[in-house]
């Protein structure tokens, strides 16, 4: 695996060690920022279930202001703070979170403090796991807080999403062989109350 453009184009990254990570494939990057390229450059960057963290790096590497790696996995986060190390040394001006936690758990967090907050997100979780409770939290409108956030979801492409999800609507949806990238923008504030 190596970086595929900006400022650390070809440096590589190490994968996750003894775990059952599926890494995020070239072919899958290069989707998300084909369509996602403009919105990076300057933003705060969410990677949620991270694994070695190439998502995020890349957005480092094109130009984002902030990553935050989010992983429960101890490797993981080990892997992402190597591949960090790796490609951006000890430059103080690249800003970057690496927090070991679930990322519902985090979630949660996230919208109940109002100083926390993206402006893209890229949600990769286990092809397993039930993306349900996680997107809910991205749809109640507090994880971006404004119009214009983007959430770009990696899921198996035997698995529907919704076109709506609270504040937030699907303007694309990209096949990839078995996996599938929804990429959804938040059109309101937050949440509308009934």
């Known amino acids: 695996?190596?970086?595929?453009?900006?400022?650390?184009?070809?440096?590589?990254?190490?994968?996750?060690?003894?775990?059952?990570?599926?890494?995020?494939?070239?072919?899958?990057?290069?989707?998300?920022?084909?369509?996602?390229?403009?919105?990076?450059?300057?933003?705060?960057?969410?990677?949620?279930?991270?694994?070695?963290?190439?998502?995020?790096?890349?957005?480092?590497?094109?130009?984002?202001?902030?990553?935050?790696?989010?992983?429960?996995?101890?490797?993981?986060?080990?892997?992402?703070?190597?591949?960090?190390?790796?490609?951006?040394?000890?430059?103080?001006?690249?800003r970057h979170d690496v927090v070991m936690t679930d990322a519902e758990k985090f979630l949660r967090v996230v919208v109940s403090d109002d100083a926390l907050a993206w402006d893209v997100a890229f949600y990769d979780p286990p092809y397993s796991a039930d993306h349900a409770a996680a997107l809910e939290l991205f749809g109640g409108g507090r994880v971006f807080k404004r119009r214009g956030g983007v959430l770009v979801v990696e899921h198996p492409s035997t698995k529907r999403l919704p076109e709506r999800i609270g504040v937030l609507r699907r303007w694309r949806s990209v096949r990839l062989n078995g996996s599938c990238l929804s990429f959804y923008e938040q059109k309101y504030a937050r949440a509308r109350s009934n």
């Open 1 to 94: 695996m190596r970086i595929l453009e900006g400022r650390f184009s070809g440096r590589p990254l190490a994968g996750v060690e003894g775990a059952e990570a599926r890494p995020t494939a070239r072919r899958t990057r290069e989707r998300v920022f084909e369509f996602i390229e403009s919105r990076v450059r300057g933003a705060r960057f969410l990677d949620l279930c991270a694994g070695s963290g190439a998502v995020g790096i890349e957005a480092l590497s094109r130009g984002a202001a902030r990553v935050t790696f989010v992983d429960q996995s101890a490797a993981a986060c080990r892997a992402v703070r190597r591949n960090l190390e790796g490609c951006c040394g000890s430059d103080a001006v690249l």
